[in-house]
């Protein structure tokens, strides 16, 4: 009776040690969720790996930048592709905290089969490393891309950045520094590809709203630390430094050419993406959305894009490439 008196009192405190520390400090729950989103990541990519083209080739981790650690890519090439078809460079997702190139591996060669070069990236995750950072690895990998377009096979004249999650918004946040030099200056970083080529951005469930996310209760803990994570700053919404962040109050009508998706029953649908949207549609930007009504069944999670169960998805990826293959 003794031993289980002192047990209960060692986790009670224990429970109150880890009650008191997550509520001066977001590093509990940014560690907690980077494990849980890891393991769903790598399980839907398993997942995906029957559906993978046998002809697929991949020329993996190429050091794109020696500025930072974690600056490698991986190309998925198809068995044949034409010289004219866009090259697509994919941002993993992961709440600006976690993922990388090979959690999205399956489903980047899966697109990589209907005949396009794919290109995934890593880039370093928050909270050890902060904004601007994944935003400027981004630049340094479409500059070496560009530099080794003819030696890795590519066409450096048809680029396309894509993203889901976190990595819709940093491929946002770079599409727009691309092509607005004075918004390029507010991050700050050098845009290393021309407009010209950066012909269109799809983006799956992305944050652009940064600003309009709830912040309070469960769901704005979790919002809190996902922004804490990725500015380093409590108050990220109101930090200057990362005021350029809010691409959505930033977009103008020289955005790129625009496929936009998201589920129904995503927290990041109606305060985000489906505003980012809205706008892009009244700023006359050539936007391709698929979006599902509240009241749609099934009700689609977020990165519903990567689960085949759902049919959704494939119709996802069918409008991915009759949107790639109109450029």
Same mark, same amino acid.
């Given at each position: 009776?003794?031993?289980?008196k ?6 009670? =405190?224990l429970?109150?040690?880890i009650?008191?520390? @997550? ?10 969720l980077?494990w849980?989103?890891?393991?769903e990541a790598?399980?839907? *990519? !398993?997942?995906?790996?029957? $559906? #993978?083209?046998p002809?697929? &080739? =991949?020329t993996? *981790? $190429? ?8 600056? &490698? $890519?991986?190309?998925?090439y ?14 993993h997702?992961g ?6 190139k ?5 489903? @980047?060669? +899966? ?11 890593d880039?370093? #995750? ?5 904004y601007?950072?994944? +935003?400027?690895?981004t630049?340094?990998?479409?500059e ?6 003819e030696?890795l096979?590519?066409?450096? %004249? ?5 993203g ?5 918004h ?16 507010? +991050? ?10 950066? &012909? ?6 992305g944050?652009?709203?940064? &600003?309009n $996310? ?6 704005g803990?979790?919002? *809190?630390?996902f ?11 109101? !930090?200057?430094?990362?005021? =350029?962040?809010?691409?959505y ?5 020289q955005f ?7 589920g *129904? ?17 009244q ?21 519903? %894009? ?8 494939q119709?996802?990826l !069918?409008?991915?490439v009759?949107?790639?293959e %109109?450029?």
């Open positions: 009776m003794k031993y289980v002192i047990l209960a009192i060692t986790l009670a =405190s429970l109150l040690v009650t008191i520390w @997550c509520s001066v400090s977001y590093w509990p729950a940014a560690m907690l980077r849980v989103f890891n393991k790598i399980k839907t *990519n !398993e997942a995906l790996l029957p $559906l #993978v083209p002809t697929v &080739k =991949s993996t *981790n $190429l050091v794109y930048t020696t500025a930072f650690p974690e600056s &490698k $890519l991986t190309i998925h198809p068995e044949k592709y034409s010289a004219n078809a866009a090259t697509v460079v994919w941002i997702g709440g600006f905290l976690s993922g990388s090979e959690q999205v591996e399956n489903y @980047c060669k +899966i697109l990589s089969g209907k005949g396009f070069v794919v290109a995934a990236i880039y370093l #995750v928050g909270p050890e490393h902060h601007p950072t994944p +935003i400027l690895q630049m340094a990998a479409l070496y891309l560009i530099k080794n377009a030696k096979g590519i066409n450096k %004249q048809k680029l396309v950045l894509a889901d999650s976190g990595g819709a940093i491929t946002a946040q770079v599409a727009l520094a691309a092509y607005d030099t004075a918004y390029a200056a507010t +991050i700050p970083v050098v845009h290393t590809v021309d407009s010209s080529q950066l &012909k269109a951005v799809v983006l799956h469930c944050p652009h709203h940064v &600003k $996310l709830p912040l309070s209760g469960v769901k803990y979790l919002f *809190n630390t922004l804490w994570s990725y500015s380093g700053s409590r108050q990220a919404t109101v !930090e200057p430094s990362f005021e =350029s962040a809010s691409v109050h930033a977009v103008g009508n790129p050419k625009t496929l936009l998706t998201v *129904n029953a995503d927290p990041l649908a109606g305060e985000s993406s489906v505003q980012m949207s809205q706008k892009l549609i700023l006359n930007v050539p936007t391709t959305t698929v979006l599902f009504d509240k009241s749609y069944e099934p009700k689609l999670p977020h990165e519903f %894009q990567f689960n085949f169960t759902f049919k959704e998805s119709l996802v !069918e409008k991915t009759e949107f790639l %109109q450029l």
